[in-house]
């Protein structure tokens, strides 16, 4: 993974002491063969100045050997040689650039249908989700496959980038169709609460980082405007306080004696210093005496942060347990319900199948006791009496596992309502699962 931030920009926010406390945008790309994505987020690197001089003079180099017309900005994310032959996007590239209102990682995925798994991935830690629709073919079934994926990972904000509006003289009407057919579509998900369209030219620019004086009709935002000032606060849950421990910090040094802390990334909550809690699954209770941090201690804590909590009582809290408040606590048990994505290319999902179940910080054995159904996610229509799952397969499944598990649904709480599984033989990684 290549780091590309502007150093103008890096250097204009850390003059101000800001920059490592700029608010962070997690965003995907997603859209069918050919839309355009690479070319997009090439374009919003290019345009808000985040490329350096050696890259730029390589993705002119590479696009005078491949003979393109104008400079390929897509070789600025397609990484792998493969891609660069084919002009696709195989696997997931991070990018990672600032501006002076905030910083950003891009997940730009494939398109292609047989790396639904690949999109699966980047978009799991997403805010946002940019679906790029061709303005020449409208939405398309794999427009609304993409949906589906962001809808079923509770991407709660979507930018529809309806691309290539050159190519149809920048129409209205055009724009205006696939808006309404996009909304039909989305009306039937959950998830997506925040829904912006907004007509594009990536190879030429328009509505990119500047607005377009050839879309005089459009009185929305830019996209990188967008971006920059989208409210992503109220994501997280602030409501159910959730700290799964994945360390426990005993330095055993003359000057911290007697220290004993508990680190690991708040999963949803607040918390603060004398705040009652319940360690789960034992049930002891006590207090929170402090959060510390690597610079210094901290007055609350909320997610996504890393703290370290130290607590009043010398209690037994291990890796895997968890740190909550006695008035909602979480879900409890061993059956639970989860839509999966399948990820192996070398062996298929059945039942009575055994995994290991990676959840937050703990790690049980599993069994999959039943499978309910599968999606189509073109159609959103089940398929049931399905044997087995394959590879990029989406459906609802129903799990034992060894041990009890501590969960909200991924609705409620993505941290907490999410899993892996794990083959026991191989070690790989087989399924991503969502809690319903």
């Not at 070319?39 to 050696?54: E, M, V």
Request: net charge negative; aromatic share 8%.
């Amino acid at each position: 993974m290549t780091e590309t931030i502007n150093p103008e920009n890096a250097a204009s926010a850390e003059e101000t002491g800001s920059y490592h406390d700029m608010d962070l945008l997690r965003f995907t790309t997603a859209g069918s063969v050919d839309d355009g994505k690479s070319t997009l987020i090439g374009r919003l690197l290019y345009d808000s100045k985040n490329t350096f001089d050696d890259q730029m003079e390589a993705v002119e180099r590479s696009s005078r050997q491949r003979g393109d017309e104008n400079v390929n900005l897509a070789l600025l994310t397609d990484g792998l040689r493969a891609e660069r032959e084919q002009g696709i996007t195989i696997d997931v590239a991070y990018r990672y650039f600032a501006t002076p209102k905030r910083k950003f990682i891009i997940a730009d995925t494939p398109g292609h249908i047989q790396y639904t798994r690949n999109m699966v991935t980047g978009a799991s830690t997403a805010n946002l989700a940019i679906i790029l629709v061709d303005a020449r073919h409208g939405v398309i079934e794999q427009t609304c496959r993409h949906a589906f994926i962001a809808d079923l990972l509770r991407i709660r904000h979507v930018v529809l980038a309806v691309n290539k509006m050159d190519l149809v003289d920048y129409s209205e009407t055009v724009f205006n169709d696939i808006v309404e057919q996009f909304q039909q579509f989305a009306s039937r998900l959950d998830n997506i609460v925040d829904l912006t369209a907004i007509p594009i030219s990536a190879l030429n620019g328009d509505n990119v980082v500047n607005k377009s004086s050839n879309t005089p009709w459009y009185h929305g935002p830019d996209l990188l405007y967008h971006l920059e000032h989208v409210y992503i606060g109220s994501d997280y849950n602030h409501v159910d306080a959730r700290f799964p421990v994945q360390w426990v910090i005993r330095p055993h040094s003359n000057e911290h004696h007697d220290f004993r802390g508990y680190a690991g990334r708040v999963a949803g909550g607040v918390f603060k210093p004398g705040d009652d809690v319940v360690i789960q699954p034992s049930g002891f209770s006590s207090k929170i005496r402090s959060i510390e941090t690597f610079s210094g201690p901290l007055e609350e804590a909320y997610a996504p942060l890393s703290v370290t909590v130290t607590l009043e009582d010398n209690i037994d809290v291990s890796r895997g347990d968890m740190i909550v408040k006695p008035n909602n606590p979480p879900n409890k048990g061993q059956d639970i319900e989860a839509m999966i994505c399948w990820f192996s290319e070398t062996k298929k999902l059945h039942p009575r199948g055994r995994y290991y179940l990676r959840h937050t910080t703990k790690e049980v054995k599993a069994i999959v006791s039943e499978i309910r159904y599968k999606v189509n996610i073109n159609t959103l229509h089940k398929i049931e009496d399905s044997p087995e799952f394959g590879l990029n397969e989406i459906g609802r499944v129903c799990i034992r596992t060894s041990a009890p598990l501590l969960y909200d649904s991924y609705r409620r709480n993505r941290s907490t309502g999410s899993f892996i599984l794990i083959d026991e033989q191989t070690n790989e990684t087989v399924a991503a699962g969502m809690i319903r």
